[in-house]
């Protein structure tokens, strides 16, 4: 489903001589097409789930961040915006992001359902968040949380 209104927004984008949206929406695709070679590579099937997309559009988020912050110590406002201009197009195929009070709430709700009880089971709480909440939430803000809960 997420693959197809990919697709679709890029004909939309094209016919609507939007660049800056056809081109990241070409880079999302491309990031798709890339695992789903990888897939197949491995013996799993043939195209990534929804999820996994969900997943790749957060990292790309993510990266995109990063590289707005290195941009604005080197003093280059222009790629700063073209990053913020492509997070815009990317959040477009994500749903809505949580705030920080849900990501405390979710996470937990997630330590108290598992009994987690300290530091050791932080990567059990993290995979149970993700599983969850892929796509919806920051999980360096959820770890930062859930080591607060289990220290």
């Known amino acids: 489903m997420l693959r197809s209104r990919l697709s679709e927004a890029l004909k939309d984008a094209v016919l609507a001589k939007d660049r800056r949206s056809s081109s990241t929406i070409r880079l999302i695709l491309a990031a798709v097409k890339d695992r789903d070679i990888t897939l197949r590579g491995n013996g799993g099937g043939d195209a990534i789930s929804d999820d996994d997309i ?7 988020v993510r990266q995109r961040h990063e590289s707005i912050e290195l941009f604005e ?20 195929f994500m749903p809505e992001q949580m705030d920080d ?3 405390a709430s ?30 919806q939430m920051d999980f360096g803000k959820a770890s930062g949380v859930a080591k607060e809960l289990l220290v």
């Open 106 to 135: 979710a996470t937990k709700q997630v330590v108290e359902e598992l009994e987690a009880t300290g530091l050791k089971d932080m990567g059990r709480v993290m995979g149970a968040l993700k599983s969850k909440y892929t796509g």
């Open 73 to 92: 110590k080197g003093r280059r406002k222009d790629l700063a915006d073209r990053e913020r201009a492509e997070i815009e197009v990317v959040f477009r």
């Open 101 to 103: 009070d849900a990501i």
């Open 54 to 60: 969900l997943g790749l559009l957060q990292t790309m």
